[in-house]
């Protein structure tokens, strides 16, 4: 473990909602190998699934996501009347880790290693990568990178509103490079080939958040063509030998309501990252 976790390598955690049901399979695999990365950034749903890893909590994610999604505190159009969000955000982000599914917050905290959660400020559509291992109990960070538009309120932290990290920098890997991280490990959640297009939920949100919050509305506008590119450069990295990416083999549902598909899309990842934990160990050693 301490050979791999040496490393010059960055872990790097795209989101979806309950896509990255993938990314928990993978991480549970590497748990299962002791594979701790040194350096981790989580975006959106990918930093719900840092924490159980690195809290080294085995199919944490993946009992949340089965045992409470079709519970209406946990997701429904019930809780935009008392929290202006889909998801009950006192429910699933306080409740559930301190009470009903706890979260190994001691574990969490004694990881020695750089846990980075991205969060867009609302005001000046920038991002910011805040340290994670200095959350809140009340997981206000979590809720910060999660706080997709329209379905969420904006999140404040010190008064400064923010919404999901994926509207910034989807994929962070340029934050990772700049800070001097040469290979890199990355957990996608869409299959190879894709890219990204201008769907209605975005332009619906652009059009209500316009006034209010402009700079976030013109980097909204911008966004599809920065998830592209980061793309291309990573697999620009990948043929040059920087980057281990995994991708689901088929598309998965941002929202999906099945839990059986959930959980054969978290299977899907955990054997994948099975079937390549020679070739990732090697790309690792090599580095």
């Known amino acids: 473990m301490d ?16 896509r990255t049901v993938y990314t928990a399979g993978i991480l549970d695999a590497f748990l299962d190998q002791q594979i701790m990365m040194p350096y981790i ?17 085995k199919e944490r994610t993946l009992r949340v996501l089965i045992n409470f999604r079709h519970d209406k505190r946990y997701m429904g159009f019930r809780n935009f009347f008392k929290e202006k969000s889909i998801f009950g955000l006192d429910y699933a982000y306080d409740l ?7 979260f190994d917050w001691d574990t969490y905290q004694k990881y020695d290693g750089t846990l980075l959660f991205g969060v867009t400020n609302a005001m000046t559509g920038e991002v910011e990568y805040m340290n994670a291992l200095e959350m809140d109990r009340k997981c206000m960070m979590l809720r910060a990178t999660c706080a997709i538009p329209i379905l969420f ?46 769907d209605s939920q975005s332009k619906w949100a652009m059009k209500l958040l316009k006034k209010k919050y402009p ?15 980061t793309l291309a450069l990573c697999e620009r990295l990948e043929e040059e030998g920087k980057a281990f990416i995994f991708r689901p083999e088929y598309p998965m549902k941002s929202m999906e309501k099945d839990v059986k598909v959930m959980r054969q899309s978290y299977e899907m990842g955990y054997n994948l990252a099975n079937s390549q934990m020679e070739k990732l160990k090697s790309f690792m050693k090599a580095q």
Not at 5 to 17: A, C, F
Not at 96 to 102: A, E, M, S, V, Y
Not at 164 to 171: E, F, H, N, R, T
Not at 215 to 228: A, P, W
């Open 3 to 18: 050979e791999l976790y040496r490393n010059n390598t960055s872990l790097i955690l795209e989101g979806g909602t309950f």
């Open 215 to 229: 700079k976030l509305v013109e980097l909204m506008q911008v966004r599809i063509d920065k998830y592209n590119e």
């Open 41 to 57: 950034i989580g975006i959106s749903a990918g930093a719900m699934n840092a924490c159980s890893y690195i809290s080294k909590q």
């Open 153 to 198: 309120p904006e999140i404040k932290i010190n008064d400064i509103p923010y919404f999901d990290g994926g509207l910034a920098d989807p994929i962070p890997i340029q934050k990772a490079i700049d800070d001097g991280f040469e290979n890199h490990v990355l957990v996608l959640t869409r299959p190879k080939g894709y890219r990204k297009k201008l």
């Open 96 to 102: 559930i880790p301190n009470q009903l599914d706890p």
